[in-house]
């Protein structure tokens, strides 16, 4: 179960089966595994989630704290994502100094979310230039069979939707024991998500299982909203050594509403 | 047009480009490439022997890349060592560069490249990129093609190529768009990609063509001071 590479006859039988559109799980190329979401899976967070999508599962939690604001933006409050790969989530991931990709996930996550406008963080402050609250948006995977970071990315949309603002003492400091009702403030109407398309020989496969992700050469990973009623890409990577035509960007870019679309429906329905 | 770019460019003109070999005596390669304000220098040591051990490939040699800006390229001094953008740049260059080098005849070995920013003012991933893509020409490295760096910027709707600090930070309408981009030299070949901001799918295309124009520019540039610096030396 735990055997660490991808063998060449694997690769080669993937080869084969996406030239004919074809995957071991019976999906078509583009398509993506249906997701679950739980709220709520950690009760001293401000705010939780727990996405399954087919045998990755992540959770990501919110906490929320008051500080100073950073000297360049005193009328605004901070958005801090970070996270790691246990060990426990999978025999590929070591404990020790985060590695790239450790250090990748969060940063992924942080654009997205900062770039769509999702957050207001002007409604964050607290008292202008003194006190400000900082969303500190923390993943970890427990499991991770491929799209990692598409899953991630619902989890975050989530939990910060699933979190209430802690209480505040006189000195405006926080109250961890003092629950509200009020939300972190959002702009409603935009939920970004991120889609990440990996690459074998010429074919583009759309959320992959760890195999089909071991066995594929490149990936590029794109954050999607919607701002006044248009799509928008908000962020991008393009990762590993293998290059992209111009032809499978825009045939990417040309794609992406449309799964943004079917991910965004489902995930509503678990918000509302 | 709506607007105007704050540095009075027009929206497909780069910033005036610069680009030198050889400016580190002791690497085995080197160069200097400038956006405007925006310098970066790069040394190549290697192939040479990897340390640690286990990180050696028998099969081939390996490539290891370090971005980072001088604490005093940005108005608020960069505490030196290195950050999560920085780690994270470093490996989207090494990605940027690999599809160009061979490095198969030198195995358990690797490259160096160390791209340091002298002076910041936006764009300083992509001018590493192209002094670095020189600088490993210049030592000898066997390479299919050079590899070429510019940032696609939006402001508001228009697509913008080459932003500036000032034009980072545009506010206003869709506000400020950073997509930088890399390309094997004249080809269809995307090396990098990233983006921040946002852009519309439909606009993306365009934006992709503005950074295709601007790389072959770039290409000259590299190959002539490439040029330039070989007719020195002999």
């Known amino acids: 179960m735990s055997s660490m590479q991808t063998s060449n006859l694997t690769r080669e039988t993937l080869r084969r089966m996406f030239d004919k559109n074809k995957r071991f799980d019976g999906r078509g190329l583009m398509d ?235 995930l509503k329905s678990y918000l509302n | 047009m709506a607007i105007k770019r704050p540095s009075g460019r027009g929206f497909d003109e780069a910033r005036k480009m610069d680009a030198k070999v050889g400016i ?55 505490k030196p060592g290195p950050s999560r953008r920085s780690q994270e740049i470093s490996k989207v260059t090494e990605w940027a560069l690999l599809p160009v080098l061979n490095l198969e005849g030198f195995p358990n070995t690797v490259v160096d490249v160390q791209i340091y920013i002298l002076q910041a003012d936006a764009g300083t991933r992509t001018a590493g990129i192209n002094a ?11 390479m299919k093609n050079l590899v070429c760096s510019v940032a696609v910027g939006k402001l508001d709707t228009e697509v913008a190529v080459d932003p500036d600090n000032a034009e980072e930070h545009f506010e206003g309408g869709e506000g400020h768009t950073d997509m930088p981009i890399a390309k094997i030299g004249n080809t269809d070949e995307f090396t990098l990609l990233q983006l921040d901001g946002k852009i519309p799918p439909e606009k993306f295309t365009d934006a992709l063509n503005m950074g295709n124009k601007v790389c072959s520019e770039i290409y000259e540039i590299q190959k002539n001071a490439l040029k330039k610096f070989t007719e020195v030396e002999a």
């Open chain 1, 32 to 266: 993506v595994r249906d997701f679950q979401i739980e709220l709520g899976v950690s009760n001293k967070a401000e705010g939780s989630a727990r996405v399954r999508m087919g045998k990755t599962d992540v959770v990501v939690g919110v906490k929320m704290q008051t500080g100073t604001p950073y000297p360049d933006s005193p009328d605004k409050g901070n958005l801090m994502v970070s996270g790691d790969l246990l060990p426990l989530a999978s025999p590929r991931f070591e404990s020790g100094p985060p590695k790239f990709d450790a250090i990748e996930l969060p940063r992924l996550m942080d654009r997205m979310i900062r770039e769509s406008g999702m957050i207001d963080l002007k409604k964050l402050v607290i008292t202008e230039g003194e006190n400000v609250w900082t969303v500190i948006v923390d993943i970890y995977p427990i499991n991770d069979d491929g799209s990692l970071i598409d899953a991630a990315s619902i989890g975050c949309i989530a939990a910060v939707h699933n979190a209430r603002l802690p209480g505040l003492t006189d000195k405006g400091q926080v109250d961890y024991d003092k629950k509200t009702d009020n939300p972190i403030p959002l702009s409603k109407e935009i939920m970004p998500l991120s889609f990440t398309f990996f690459k074998l020989g010429d074919k583009l496969v759309l959320n992959p299982t760890r195999e089909e992700e071991e066995a594929c050469e490149g990936k590029i990973t794109f954050g999607i909203s919607k701002w006044n009623g248009k799509h928008m890409i908000n962020s991008c990577q393009k990762g590993w050594e293998t290059t992209f035509k111009q032809a499978e960007l825009e045939e990417i870019a040309k794609i992406l509403p449309d799964k943004y679309e079917d991910a965004m429906k489902k």
């Open chain 2, 24 to 78: 580190i005596p002791n690497a085995d390669g080197s160069a200097m490439f400038s956006f405007g304000d925006t310098i970066a220098i790069a040394a190549v040591y290697g192939p040479r022997q990897l340390h640690p051990q286990h990180m050696q490939n028998p099969q081939t040699g390996i490539l290891r890349v370090n971005y980072d800006l001088l604490s005093f390229s940005v108005a608020d001094r960069k």
């Open chain 2, 132 to 142: 670095a893509s020189m600088a490993l020409a210049h030592a000898g490295i066997p």
